[in-house]
């Protein structure tokens, strides 16, 4: 059973640039959060999407946005990039019904962005 | 505005021994505290968690504290073992929606 997909692994953009980040989530999960994990510490919550839609956002600019499709998959697109966007960024998904036990939050292995 | 914090960011103990990694949070509003262990080159992957309305949670070596008058929780480890040295991060969640990470603690396991 694949866990969460994500996609490139790693990625080198130039500032300015736009770049778009792919998720595809475990089986039979239906949420998708995005966190970002700066060089030394945790990762902090970008945004959360469900039913297609945007259901949580966390601190950060219009610069990122994000997507999810019909079967669940997500991107996120990060506009003007600027070298503090280097990061690694963690996809993370649940299914329908977490409680509140949070045990369905899986994440993957992560997309490494450096921004130069 | 971080919510969680991990005050040591790393743990060197010897193999056997107990580890024992600490948390304190600031919003007592949190309904559920989690740990995460985080390889290099993988994603976080869940370890145990505990509710707010308990004290304590024990899953075979791991065991949780949580102290929510002092807003601080703890994760024991007995005994330690190589295979735990990792990055650990203490999360907190509220209403089971975004969670709120600390910067992480990384144990090395010595032989």
């Known amino acids: 059973d694949a866990g969460v997909t994500q996609s490139p692994t790693h990625l080198i953009k130039t500032r300015g640039q736009q770049v778009t980040l792919r998720c595809s989530p475990k089986?039979?999960?239906?949420?998708v959060s995005w966190y970002q994990q700066a060089l030394g510490q945790g990762p902090q919550f970008i945004f959360q999407?469900?039913?297609?839609?945007?259901?949580q956002r966390g601190n950060f600019p219009d610069r990122f946005s994000g997507h999810q499709f019909p079967n669940y998959s997500s991107e996120l697109n990060v506009n003007a990039l600027l070298l503090g966007d280097s990061a690694l960024y963690l996809c993370?998904?649940?299914?329908?019904?977490?409680?509140?036990?949070?045990?369905?939050?899986?994440f993957g292995s992560g997309t490494r962005l450096t921004v130069v | 505005d971080q919510q969680v914090k991990q005050n040591s960011p790393s743990l060197s103990v010897q193999e056997g021994r107990i580890s024992i990694l600490n948390c304190d949070y600031t919003?007592?509003?949190?309904?559920?505290f989690l740990w995460y262990k985080k390889y290099p080159a993988e994603g976080p992957t869940f370890l145990i968690s505990?509710?707010?309305?308990?004290d304590k949670n024990e899953d075979g070596r791991f065991t949780v504290f949580l102290n929510k008058s002092a807003k601080h929780l703890s994760l024991h480890i007995v005994p330690s073992q190589p295979g735990d040295s990792a990055v650990y991060f203490c999360?907190?969640?509220?209403?089971?929606?975004?969670?709120?990470f600390g910067a992480g603690t990384t144990v090395t396991v010595r032989a």
């Open positions: 993370a998904s649940s299914p329908p019904i977490t409680g509140l036990s949070n045990y369905g939050y899986t």
């Open positions: 999360a907190a969640t509220l209403a089971d929606y975004k969670l709120s």
């Open positions: 089986s039979g999960h239906d949420t």
């Open positions: 999407y469900y039913e297609e839609e945007e259901r």
């Open positions: 919003n007592s509003m949190f309904d559920y």
């Open positions: 505990i509710s707010s309305i308990k």
